[in-house]
């Protein structure tokens, strides 16, 4: 079974610019969150989706949004970059039942001059 | 406000010896307590994870301990190898309770463990 596919790998963008990530779950798996890994702030939520709708968000800026395709693959935006959004942007999924392990992507690292 | 804290940074462990890694929490609502390894520039890959109704699961090497009136947990590694050098993160989460946090985990800040040979 393949494991969370998150494209693109490695991206670098300018200060003000937009960027869109791609994360598509394992086969199976309804529930997409998203992470941001900072050294000086960890693993941090953003967002989850469960069949195309929000159910969770996390205390991020509406600068950052999501959305989840009928095929439960996702795509989170940033707007307006700023030098602090740099970091490691990861995709996790699951069943969605809730109360349950999640299965991480390798991540997309973004730099942003 | 850090609902979940791993206050060591680091652990240095001779291969062979036992690993001891430890994670305590403050939300009494968290019910499922999970352990997850990282190498840079990687995602995290589950190690081993808890419900908050037993207070100990083992998985071959890797034995979780939770202790919930102490709002602690700790994750042993026996014996300790030189590739369990990483990362190892503690994350949390409510599942079945009121509110339940639908893929959310709030982690720890890691701690990154070298196993010497």
């Known amino acids: 079974k393949a494991g969370v596919t998150q494209t693109p790998r490695y991206l670098i963008k300018t200060r003000g610019q937009q960027v869109t990530l791609s994360c598509s779950p394992i086969?199976?798996?309804?529930?997409v969150s998203w992470y941001q890994q900072t050294p000086g702030q960890g693993l941090q939520f953003l967002f989850e989706?469960?069949?195309?709708?929000?159910?969770n968000k996390g205390n991020f800026p509406g600068r950052f949004s999501g959305r989840q395709f009928s095929n439960s693959r996702s795509e989170m935006n940033v707007s307006t970059l700023e030098l602090g959004d740099s970091a490691l942007y990861l995709c996790?999924?699951?069943?969605?039942?809730?109360?349950?392990?999640?299965?991480f992507g390798s991540g997309t690292q973004l730099s942003v001059l | 406000d850090q609902q979940v804290k791993q206050n060591s940074p680091s652990l240095s462990v001779q291969e062979g010896r036992i690993s001891i890694l430890n994670c305590d929490y403050t939300?009494?609502?968290?019910?499922?307590f999970l352990w997850y390894k990282k190498y840079p520039a990687e995602g995290p890959t589950f190690l081993i994870s808890i419900s908050s109704i037993k207070d100990k699961n083992e998985d071959g090497r890797f034995t979780v301990f939770l202790n919930k009136s102490a709002k602690h947990l700790s994750l042993h590694i026996v014996p300790s190898q030189p590739g369990d050098s990483a990362v190892y993160f503690c994350a949390a989460s409510r599942g079945n309770a009121g509110g339940t946090s639908y893929g959310k985990l709030t982690f720890g800040q890691g701690t990154i463990l070298t196993v010497h040979p």
């Open positions: 939300n009494s609502m968290f019910d499922y």
């Open positions: 989706y469960f069949s195309e709708t929000q159910r």
């Open positions: 086969s199976g798996h309804r529930s």
């Open positions: 996790a999924s699951s069943i969605g039942q809730g109360g349950e392990k999640l299965f």
